[in-house]
């Protein structure tokens, strides 16, 4: 058995790590605070300090990779999917499943393979002798939290019915629409493309993931921590033996989620998000800009952050912290561009440092 080493975030004060970018500051500019008579309740502590549980409960599992842990939890405050992207072996699934046993919620996990068929996602339309009659049996996708490993081994077509079911958030097989059930989240990995034997995601679907996080290599002293875990006899199969336990349920992210949907954004933070977005639809290196979907999805993960960050109201830092993760895979580069070796990311860092910023 292994320690936890998870220091920063079970104080419930907040998620110590920035989400991928500068975190949020504490200085507030007054053009982006509502006025005090419409000022919203606080954050509640006791929500606050359930998903700090869950990081924390993450953390005995996981070393490290706390921004990606923090991107997790604003997918589940915004019943948004997520893409995870890493090369293999940096605890991607790992990371999954400690989220799902930190949560009391229905989990499944599928792996893509080859021969996956769409089938075997949404589920299929059996015969049963006893009636002699057709019935549906519910697939994988019937779940609360999905685990989609591995998304890009898997054809086209499986890979269709999956962000079909996630985008409509239900499933229809033989003309009858099925709802999935309330939370529906997928969090979906992939190794980076250009693996072999993989099929990458269609460009124009992959909007349908709030969030794409990208987890890094980790630092050397993380990686230590990851082998003295390992000598202590940590089995990365056998979470519960590593003291994992739910500490949140459906009802504590209901409650939670319904205070996110009280932060308050000023206008002059909603023209700062747009104007993000409109400034990628002009940067030269860009074939296609972020769409206006891609800003309610930058406004809807800004807020979550802000409410985990302990605060009533949206800052400018809020949407700069989540620009990357929330928009680097809703932009697409021209082929030149990418021959001399411009980045999403670089062309995102390139619109944040020009964009004004509301004072
Ligand atoms: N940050 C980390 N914290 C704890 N364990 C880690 C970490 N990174 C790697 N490991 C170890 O490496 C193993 C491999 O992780 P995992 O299978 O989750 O990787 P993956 O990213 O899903 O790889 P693949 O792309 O091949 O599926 C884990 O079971 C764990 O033992
Ligand atoms: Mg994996």
Redesign the pocket.
């Known amino acids: 058995m292994t320690e936890p080493v998870y220091t920063r975030s079970e104080s419930g004060a907040g998620p110590a790590p920035r989400p991928d970018a500068a975190p949020p500051e504490a200085a507030e500019p007054r053009a982006v605070q509502p006025g005090a008579a419409s000022q919203p309740p606080a954050p509640s502590q006791s929500l606050r300090s359930a998903l700090a549980g869950v990081r924390a409960e993450v953390g005995k599992?996981?070393?490290?990779?706390d921004s990606a842990v923090t991107s997790l939890l604003i997918a589940l405050l915004c019943q948004g999917h997520v893409l995870l992207e890493?090369v293999?072996?940096?605890?991607?699934?790992?990371?999954v499943r400690s989220l799902a046993a930190a949560l009391s919620l229905d989990t499944k996990r599928v792996q893509f393979t080859p021969d996956l068929m769409p089938g075997d996602v949404t589920g299929s339309l059996v015969y049963d002798a006893g009636t002699a009659r057709f019935s549906f049996r519910e697939g994988p996708v019937f779940t609360n939290l999905m685990l989609a490993?591995?998304i890009n081994r898997t054809p086209p077509k499986t890979q269709a019915s999956l962000l079909e079911a996630m985008e409509e958030r239900q499933v229809s097989v033989d003309g009858t629409p099925r709802m999935l059930p309330d939370p529906f989240v997928v969090i979906a990995?992939q190794?980076p493309v250009e693996y072999e034997g993989t099929y990458p995601l269609p460009e124009a679907q992959l909007d349908r993931f709030l969030l794409k996080l990208v987890l890094p290599l980790?630092e050397r002293d993380?990686e230590v921590e990851?082998l003295a875990?390992?000598a202590a006899g940590f089995d990365?199969r056998d979470l519960r033996g590593a003291g994992l336990e739910p500490v949140a349920d459906a009802d504590v992210l209901a409650r939670a989620r319904a205070e996110v949907s009280q932060v308050q954004v000023s206008r002059e933070v909603l023209g700062y998000a747009v104007d993000v977005c409109r400034a990628t639809r002009y940067s030269p290196s860009l074939s296609l800009g972020v769409s206006p979907r891609g800003a309610t999805a930058l406004l809807r993960t800004s807020r979550a952050w802000a409410w985990l960050s302990g605060r009533s109201f949206v800052t400018p830092d809020d949407v700069k912290a989540l620009a990357h993760p929330t928009l680097r895979h809703r932009v697409q580069l021209r082929a030149e561009a990418e021959l001399e070796g411009v980045t999403a990311e670089g062309v995102l860092d390139t619109v944040l440092a020009s964009v004004p910023v509301p004072r």
């Open positions: 599992s996981v070393v490290g990779q890493g293999p072996g940096v605890a991607k699934t790992l990371l490993d591995e990995t190794n980790p993380e990851v875990r390992h990365p």
